[in-house]
């Protein structure tokens, strides 16, 4: 527990010191839920549930208002996300009167769909919430990704065709805006004010990550659709430019790590590639061969990594370095490490559930302030919110558990 602080006197639940943002934290909940799914191993379960639930909000969606000053919908998705995956992996429910995995990720999602906003850009979610914030006049894929993703996951979860309709939406829309090029490689983003033809051209691991899930639980939510089975293809062959040659497939921040300009935020978006791509392995298993060769040699190459500080265990970003310790850490460090190398075990856990094949979280369809409608395919205003902090927990404990118990990776 180096870096958590949630359980300090004083400290609020959930919450991670400077210089993390709340977002992160999020993040972090979700590498702890895939933990238990991978090790079934409970340890950190209390500790989890407790941050998740402490951080919902008045309203139950992740809008709490001491982040108001910077949680964009990006931040908002990541917590619903890691919501998502406790459903799915049958994380241990909460207990009765409190909010409900799968109601939380609905909250999330009929929130944004209500923000979803045509008067720019011909559609697409804004980066920032709340009109005041920097980077409101910004629309980027990690957010209308966040948004996708839980749109796909929802229909495959509860099989209401409205989530995938509006997941169909989200993607044409990030394909029309030119943030998905014809090759399947995702920019960054574009601003409202230049009605989104000012495409920035950097690329990040997460957002190929977060499509390419969404995009295998649409291949799998269409019984196998050659379209999504294409779509799914082409974002696995284009995710080629984040493994390097030489190690071969090992996973690379090609925006930043070569020149060392990556920053707190960036030290932790290797984990979301591995993630997800494993997860999408088990709606499209056609990709299963190529995911893991990557995953394998990346978890073997991180491992090395986590060869530094005082106690020469802690895990830098750059694993192309080998066990030359490139002298950065903290919790994105740490996080990256930890599931890549606990991806290796995604042959040895159940295919996510739904609600027709033993799911018992419970959800409500109108969750969220954003959700009066329970269709989500009628939430179709314009709001706004925002804010970040610091919540999170990736404990190097658990990493260096995982670690130890995964030796035969770089024996």
């Known amino acids: 527990m180096t870096y958590y602080t949630g359980n300090n006197t004083g400290d609020v639940p959930g919450n991670l010191p400077a210089p993390y943002y709340w977002w992160e934290a999020g993040a972090m909940f979700g590498a702890l839920i895939d933990y238990y799914y991978y090790t079934n191993d409970s340890t950190y379960n209390s500790v989890v549930t407790e941050g998740m639930l402490w951080q919902v909000g008045p309203d139950n969606d992740y809008m709490t208002p001491n982040q108001t000053k910077t949680e964009g919908n990006d931040d908002q998705g990541f917590w619903g996300m890691a919501a998502m995956a406790a459903a799915e992996q049958k994380f241990p429910d909460p207990p009765n009167g409190k909010p409900q995995w799968l109601a939380l990720a609905q909250a999330v999602f009929n929130d944004q769909a209500s923000r979803w906003d045509t008067q720019y850009c011909n559609g697409g979610l804004r ?3 709340f009109t005041f914030n920097t980077g409101y006049d910004y629309k980027n894929s990690i957010s209308n990704g966040c948004f996708f993703n839980l749109g796909a996951r929802l229909a495959m979860y509860t099989g209401n065709d409205s989530y995938a309709q509006w997941a169909e939406k989200a993607y044409d829309w990030i394909a029309s805006t030119n943030l998905m090029d014809s090759t399947y490689h995702f920019y960054d983003g574009a601003h409202t004010t230049l009605n989104c033809s000012d495409i920035n051209r950097v690329q990040w691991t997460y957002n190929a990550g977060v499509f390419l899930l969404g995009a295998a639980n649409m291949y799998n939510y269409t019984n196998g659709s050659t379209i999504w089975k294409e779509r799914v293809l082409g974002i696995l062959n284009a995710s080629e430019v984040f493994f390097t040659t030489n190690p071969p497939n090992v996973m690379y921040e090609v925006a930043c790590e070569g020149p060392s300009t990556c920053d707190t935020d960036n030290y932790s978006f290797k984990a979301y590639l591995a993630r997800w791509m494993v997860a999408s392995t088990k709606y499209a298993p056609f990709i ?5 060769t990557k995953i ?4 073997q190459a991180a491992a090395a990594q986590c060869s530094g500080g005082s106690n020469g265990q802690m895990c830098g970003m750059k694993w192309t370095n080998g066990a030359q310790w490139d002298g950065t850490q903290g919790v994105g460090q740490q996080m990256g490490a930890l599931e890549v190398i606990q991806a290796n075990l995604i042959n040895n856990v159940a295919v996510p559930v739904t609600n027709k094949t033993g799911g018992t979280s ?9 959700g009066a409608n329970t269709n989500p395919t009628l939430s179709q205003s314009t709001i706004g919110t925002s ?4 919540a999170g927990i990736l404990t190097t404990l658990v990493l260096i558990s995982v670690i130890g118990g995964a030796w035969w990776m770089i024996a």
Do not use: C, F, H, L
């Not at 299963?288 to 893991?292: N, W």
């Not at 394998?296 to 978890?299: G, L, M, R, Y």
């Not at 419970?362 to 954003?370: C, E, I, R, T």
């Not at 804010?387 to 610091?390: E, K, M, T, Y």
């Open 288 to 292: 299963y061969e190529t995911v893991m």
């Open 387 to 390: 804010d970040r902090a610091g």
């Open 362 to 370: 419970k959800g409500d369809p109108g969750a969220g302030s954003g």
């Open 127 to 129: 980066w920032q919430i």
């Open 296 to 299: 394998a040699a990346s978890a």
